[in-house]
């Protein structure tokens, strides 16, 4: 299994100079659903926050057939780092990181389920794009993954770069940012493909997997994902090629601020807790620190915790459940797992990443 610090350098590479964007069918379906969404929220009258605090569960839309981000095992137990985030926002409002339902979503049903209410939020490798959160009417959270578009083939092809596939054909997934980059990136390198494009993932994988398609692309992360569920993973490589900026994180429906607030700030919390020091084993001993910013973060003090409508100790609650973010990412991207990934973009920023918190203050 390669590394995938060469995704990451690649990505650094070509951040300042690619605009990820939105797909077309996905851009058409959000003008209707962006007045539906709305009017849902002003009917109501009620925030996510309440109906979520009432439900007593969190429903949360994922991918599910993801390793290292969500994926179900054959037990039906969740993992990945989206599914941890769903866990630590669970542990927040509920201090029961099991009080979830997570609901399995293809990239074309995502935003439909979030605008109709069937999810509460989305933790789903969505990437945080302009007409997303202008058109389509949704909220995007802070980034927990800084990725970008790959592509993947046989290494028995001889493809070595996007050129090479002239005349190939393409299997891509539609209603996500990759069907709209590849058609940029090959335009710009005057390069005529065949797309094969599929509603769902797993049909597209199938369908690469058997043939039927040259090349495979979507996020770097999940092409690295998939290769290990391919039979002969070590046949299969990916381009040195980045075609877009990939930022993805949780996402929550528009004019609710007081649902994105708990969505946003427990996401923080996580970064937060990394860049204290702050784990899963010694949360309840920094409680009794003298540092008035941990205090203040854990809600020993303060009203951080009260002034969102939720329990003062959210932060605690969730770090207690799930870990910080680095303890996250070392379980199912990092070192710990059969990934191995480096850090890369995605460390702390004082470890020259981009992961930053507001403070907690």
């Known amino acids: 299994m390669h590394k995938w610090s060469g995704l990451l350098l690649a990505v650094t ?17 959000d003008a209707g659903g962006t007045s539906n969404q709305q009017s849902a929220t002003a009917t109501s009258g009620q925030s996510r926050l309440d109906i979520v605090l009432e439900r007593g569960t969190l429903i949360c839309g994922v991918e599910g057939n993801i390793p290292g981000f969500s994926f179900v ?12 985030v769903c866990r630590a ?21 995502r935003f439909e389920a979030l605008k109709g209410g ?22 995007f959270a802070p980034t927990t993954f800084y990725d970008g578009q790959g592509m993947m083939v046989r290494k028995e092809s001889g493809i070595k770069t996007l050129e090479d596939m002239a005349g190939k054909s393409i299997c891509v997934e539609t209603g996500t940012t990759t069907e709209l980059n590849l058609t940029d990136n090959m335009r710009q390198r005057n390069v005529n493909f065949e797309p094969v494009v599929f509603q769902e993932a797993n049909a597209a994988y199938a369908a690469y997997s058997e043939g039927r398609c040259e090349g495979m692309t979507s996020d770097k992360s999940q092409l690295l994902a998939r290769r290990s569920t391919l039979p002969n993973p070590e046949e299969h490589e990916l381009l040195a090629v980045t075609m877009s900026k990939e930022p993805l994180g ?8 007081a ?5 946003k700030w427990v996401t923080y919390s996580l970064i937060q807790a990394e860049e204290f ?5 010694n949360v309840e001993e920094q409680k009794s620190v003298d540092d008035p910013n941990v205090r203040r973060f854990l809600g020993v003090e303060g009203s951080l915790g009260e002034d969102m409508g939720i329990a003062n100790d959210f932060t605690a609650r969730a770090i207690a459940s799930v870990g910080n973010y680095g303890e996250i990412y070392d379980r199912n991207l990092g070192q710990s797992s059969q990934f191995e990934l480096e850090r890369g973009l995605n460390a702390l920023w004082t470890d020259g990443g981009l992961l930053y918190s507001p403070p907690f203050r």
């Open 250 to 257: 949780p996402v929550t429906i528009n004019n609710d601020s």
């Open 118 to 139: 069937e999810v509460d939020l989305l933790s789903r490798n969505t990437t945080w794009t302009t007409s997303r959160d202008t058109q389509v009417g949704a909220e």
């Open 13 to 29: 590479l070509l951040a300042s100079s690619v605009t990820a964007c939105a797909n077309n069918s996905e851009t058409a379906s």
């Open 277 to 281: 020091g702050i784990t899963q084993e």
């Open 89 to 109: 926002i669970a542990a927040a409002l509920f201090n029961d990181p099991n009080a979830i339902e997570f609901r399995n979503l293809t990239s074309s049903e």
């Open 73 to 84: 095992d054959e037990t039906g137990e969740y993992s990945g780092l989206d599914v941890d």
């Open 259 to 263: 649902w994105f607030d708990v969505v």
